[in-house]
């Protein structure tokens, strides 16, 4: 019993083999390089290099509002983290090579805050805002709760602790940022052009996986788990992203447009481009036709995202029924077209 | 090792060579397998490959809790005692247990939204405990009698051991089942190594996954020839005449089993799909055969008419745990029938009652 069903699988698979090796002289094999420096030349360090622009604009501004603590000083601080909080969503897909290493995503992006620990934090002190334990307690999320919470004007204008606490956050942010582009700019992009075989550590296989990756933690982190997937549907709007701002929608569009752009290149060569080359042009279709179907749901909510919980659930049901679509085709079609493993463990808990 | 390294690589050279599309031989091979009639499965050296004790041990867990439950219609009972045994402190329960189960425990098991909802009640039944020398009335806690039969009610009618228990038949058996092990996290897991033979374990990680799931229906492996005094095993001969649950149940965790065994997993799916809707049916029904019994005794028998209320209330309360993707009411639904049960037992209506069943009977 189990010799028969062990032996099968192989049989079709030899047979698959040698049936379609023939093709692959008239097929010209195609060239990962010129991906990759597109990629990693016109997408991962102009995502980088915005991204600390963005936060450097975001430490300036802050920096005169402390100057002058008013309320309209503290929207230009909004404003200014808005535009950077969606700069991040262009470069939170590349978590390898020197991301990694600084552990960028988890630093920068983590979401929902532990409130409770950024307020003992700051009456406190004596935090270590790098270690592990403040993982929750920093980055873009933990602004959203110090710049918009209830009291938050009133906070930066008496509590220097406060005031501190929330540049800290800022420079920590700028300077891993800066240092994730310094290292693509001084070796790894180097590195990263060259490393185009299949197997799991290569710099082509690293990118199909954070690419997949990527995607699914906005379909579960950003959607799903806010409107319930991941708790038999009932809703936990206490783990939206950027929950007092209200902008969970605008990042989760941005997020989307990312990778749909990362997918093409850009302008330039991209994964539609080595699926064409491996005459997959209908799954280049189908993958663009359901980012873009994606993208059309989601301007077609016209409120917040917690609103639309609250007022029309079953529309994001939709939205997310059309984000669990695309994972097939992105994960499992389009990466076994290209033979590269997906070597994440996913959480996805439906 | 080898079994696992070599089809991954023959597939990568063919999928990175060649334009078709490569069909998974598993999905498309029309291929008839045998299924047993009894839940006992073997490997080709005759070794059983069926392991649920640690699904055993939770479904003793909570008998010995419902058992101290009642005890507390004759005496006060310690939530504390309660406490310990949900989350099997010592292994034990605290000594609470009458016997040892090492790292099994319902209270890490249970929904996690609702791990502490079932503590809050233990603090409840406890303080209605002391009452129990009072006959229960409107707004006050106590003992009714009916028969031989007594039963312990919080202030506004409910017996809380009723939620407690059903609670967790929901919240820990059918959403382990039907969430957990028979959801496509735990159903994705490898099917060609048997885990660890030289420790006993014939099994591979799918086939122990749907075992435990088949653990926590908690029925005799020749059911329904023996049908058990508990859970829902015998919710589900109860609603047997009904709904036909009895084979349905039994038939698909056979048959997906066989299905792993064999590796047709498409198969296995739709069994799946049976399993989880029959299993909420029978959820769902038995919460109407309890309201009408309630209907019954309402006006004639006080605890009788209580007592199936709060069953029925459990009941309606466990239906929260059935799968998102096959559940026949919305969480938003759901959340208004059970408001529909009101504040306090005393005060509703057999109009109120009748609405209640109906919003089910609507659903189901």
């Known amino acids: ?350 | 090792m080898k079994a696992i390294v070599l089809p991954v690589a023959l597939g990568a050279i063919l999928l990175s060579s060649c334009k078709k599309d490569v069909v998974t031989p598993t999905s498309t091979t029309p291929f008839s397998f045998p299924t047993p009639t009894t839940y006992v499965f073997q490997d080709a050296n005759g070794n059983s490959t069926v392991d649920y004790s640690g699904q055993i041990a939770r479904i003793n867990q909570l008998r010995e809790m419902v058992a101290y439950m009642v005890s507390g219609r004759t005496n006060v009972i310690n939530a504390q005692v309660l406490k310990d045994m949900y989350a099997n402190t010592n292994d034990n329960g605290n000594g609470n247990f009458s016997f040892t189960a090492v790292g099994k425990q319902l209270k890490n098991k249970c929904f996690s939204l609702d791990q502490n909802l079932y503590e809050l009640y233990m603090d409840s039944i406890a303080i209605a405990s002391q009452s129990f020398a009072v006959t229960a009335s409107n707004g006050v806690a106590g003992v009714l009698t009916s028969g031989t039969s007594t039963y312990l009610f919080n202030k506004n009618g409910l017996e809380i051991q009723e939620f407690i228990e059903k609670g967790i038949m929901g919240g820990v058996f059918m959403h382990q089942a039907l969430n957990e092990y028979l959801g496509s996290g735990k159903q994705s897991v490898d099917n060609t190594v048997a885990v660890d033979p030289a420790a006993g374990k014939y099994y591979t990680a799918l086939e122990h996954h749907w075992d435990e799931a088949f653990g926590y229906f908690g029925v005799d492996v020749t059911y329904p020839s023996v049908i058990p005094t508990y859970f829902w095993g015998k919710y589900c001969n109860v609603q047997d005449p009904t709904l036909g649950c009895n084979k349905k149940m039994m038939d698909n965790f056979l048959r997906g089993r066989s299905a792993i065994a064999y590796n047709v997993l498409n198969e296995r799916t739709k069994c799946i799909e049976e399993i989880r809707n029959t299993w909420e049916d029978i959820c769902a029904y038995q919460a109407m055969k309890y309201m009408t019994s309630a209907m019954n005794y309402f006006g004639t028998d006080n605890a009788k008419y209580l007592h199936n209320l709060s069953e029925a209330y459990g009941m309606v309360w466990a239906l929260r745990y059935a799968p998102e993707s096959t559940r026949n009411i919305s969480q938003s639904e759901h959340a208004a029938l059970m408001a529909m049960f009101g504040q306090n037992f005393w005060n509703l209506t057999i109009n109120d009652l009748a609405a209640i069943k109906n919003a089910i009977d609507a659903k189901y």
């Open chain 1, 1 to 350: 019993m189990l010799s028969i069903k062990r032996i099968l699988p192989f049989t079709l698979l030899v047979v698959g083999l040698i049936g379609c090796k023939k093709k692959k002289e008239d097929q010209e094999e195609f060239q990962k390089g010129p991906l990759l420096e597109n990629v990693g030349s016109n997408i991962i360090i102009p995502s980088y290099q915005n991204l600390y622009a963005k936060l450097t604009q975001l430490e300036s501004t802050y920096q005169a509002f402390q100057l002058d603590l008013t309320e309209p000083k503290l929207s230009d601080v909004k404003l200014a983290w808005r535009e950077a909080y969606l700069s991040w969503q262009d470069a939170f897909t590349f978590e390898f090579g020197p991301a990694m290493n600084s552990g960028l995503r988890t630093a920068v992006g983590t979401f929902p805050s532990d409130t409770t620990k950024i307020m003992s934090n700051i009456t406190n002190g004596g935090y270590v805002l790098g270690a592990v334990t403040n993982i929750d307690a920093v980055g873009f999320s933990s602004l959203d709760f110090l710049l918009y919470r209830e009291n938050a004007m009133n906070d930066f204008t008496f509590n220097a602790a406060y005031r501190n606490y929330t540049l800290e956050v800022i420079q920590k942010m700028k300077s891993e940022a800066q240092a994730t582009l310094s290292a693509w700019n001084n070796g790894y992009l180097a590195t990263f052009k060259a490393s185009t075989g299949t197997e799991s550590t290569s710099a082509f296989s690293l990118l199909v996986n954070e690419f997949n990756k990527s995607y699914e933690i906005c379909k579960n982190a950003k959607l799903g788990i806010p409107i319930g997937k991941q708790s038999l549907g009932i809703q936990r709007p206490e783990y939206l992203e950027a929950r007092k701002s209200a902008i969970s929608l605008e990042l989760l569009r941005q997020s989307i447009v990312s990778l749909k752009n990362l997918f093409n290149g850009g302008s330039g060569v991209g994964f539609d481009d080595y699926l064409n080359a491996l005459e997959r042009q209908s799954l280049v279709t189908s993958i663009n036709a359901q980012f873009s179907a994606i993208i059309a749901h989601i301007d077609g909510i016209s409120g917040t995202l917690e609103q639309e919980m609250n007022g029309n659930p079953a529309n994001l049901d939709a939205l997310y029924t059309k984000m669990q679509g695309l994972v097939v085709s992105i994960k499992t079609d389009m990466a076994s077209a290209f033979g590269v493993l997906i070597t994440y463990q996913d959480n996805d808990g439906d």
